[in-house]
DNA sequence: TCCCTAGTTGCAAATCATTCTCATGTGCAT
DNA sequence: ATGCACATGAGAATGATTTGCAACTAGGGA
C-alpha cells in the first residue's frame, strides 16, 4: 500500500532533518504554500494561513519565510515596487516575466541565457551566486 | 573658441526643454549625479548635494530623482534589499553585476541576451516594457 | 508519558525607505 | 518687474518588514 504523503508533510520532514522545529503555525504556512500555484506575497499568504490556523500571526509569517528560505525550501522575489513574493523551491530554476496590467507572474527557463551569465561573470572575475532576470512586459 | 558647456549645464537645458523647472535644488542634484561615477542611494546623493547647497532636504531628493527619472534622465536600479540607487541615463543601455562582498556595481552588456529575452517575451505573446538582470556575484 | 529548555510565538513598538501634507517660497514666461 | 503654477522644507504618514519581550511549546531524554 503506498503511503500518501502530502507535498507539505514532506516538506515538514525535510525542515525536522534540518533541526528546525515544525510548529503549528510553521505547518499551516508549509500547507498553504506547497498548495498555491501563483507567488503571494506574505500579507496574502498570512490570509490563507489563517484560514487554517487563525493563530498565525502576520510576525510569524515572516519569521517563517525567512527560515525557509535559508533553508533553501522556498525562493523570495523581489520585483519592483512591491512586496516580496514568495515560491517552494521544488520547481527547477526559472526567471520570471510580469505582466505589468494584471501582476501575473509567467515562469520561464533559457539555458542559453543561463550559460551567456555564467560565461559574462567568469570573464569578469566573478563567479554567480544568484541572479534575477525578469521581464517586465505588457500584452501586444 | 569653444564653449565650456558642464554636464550638468547640459541636463539643466535638457529639462528646461522638457518644460521642467530647474531649481537651485534640482541643479545641485544634477550636479552630484553627472559627476557621481557610482550607483549611489538616495540618502547618499543627499549627503552629496547638502555639500553643494545645504538647503537640499531629503524629501526634495526623492522627488527630483523621481522626475529625472520620468524625464528619462536618471535611472533607477532596485537591488534586492538595498534603497533604490541611481546613474544618469547617458551611457548605452547595460545591466549589473552586484559585488555581494563590496557592494561594488560592474556593468556589462550582451547584445545576445538581449536578443534572447526579446524572444522569449515574444513566444509568449508579450512585449517588453523594461527588464532587469542582475549577477549577484562574489569575486571567483 | 511527563519534563525541561532552547527555540517559537503574538503583540506591539521600532525601523527603514519612501511618500505625502501643507504652509511658504520661487522659476520663468509674459 | 510680476504673477502664479509649480517647488520646497519640515515633519507626519505610510507600507513593508523586523524586533523586543514575556508567555508558550516542540520534541529529545528520563
New interface residues.
Given amino acids: 500500500m503506498a503511503i500518501a504523503t502530502s507535498p507539505s508533510k514532506s516538506l515538514e520532514d525535510a525542515l525536522r532533518k534540518r533541526g528546525v522545529r515544525v510548529t503549528r503555525q510553521r505547518a499551516a504556512i508549509l500547507k498553504v504554500l506547497s498548495g498555491a500555484d501563483d507567488h503571494p506575497d506574505a500579507t496574502e499568504l498570512h490570509r490563507r494561513a489563517k484560514v487554517i490556523d487563525d493563530s498565525v500571526s502576520l510576525a510569524t509569517v515572516y519569521r517563517t519565510l525567512s527560515v525557509l528560505e535559508e533553508a533553501g525550501i522556498v525562493h523570495r522575489h523581489?520585483f519592483?515596487?512591491e512586496p516580496s513574493r514568495f515560491e517552494t523551491a521544488d520547481a527547477p530554476h526559472h526567471d520570471h516575466?510580469i505582466?505589468?496590467d494584471t501582476g501575473d507572474v509567467?515562469e520561464?527557463r533559457?539555458r542559453?541565457?543561463e550559460e551567456?551569465?555564467e560565461r559574462?561573470?567568469?570573464q569578469?572575475?566573478?563567479?554567480?551566486?544568484?541572479?534575477?532576470?525578469?521581464?517586465?512586459?505588457?500584452?501586444?
Fill in positions: 523581489v519592483d515596487g516575466i505582466d505589468l509567467i520561464f533559457s542559453e541565457i551567456l551569465q559574462i561573470a567568469r569578469r572575475g566573478y563567479e554567480i551566486v544568484s541572479h534575477k532576470l525578469e521581464l517586465y512586459c505588457r500584452k501586444r
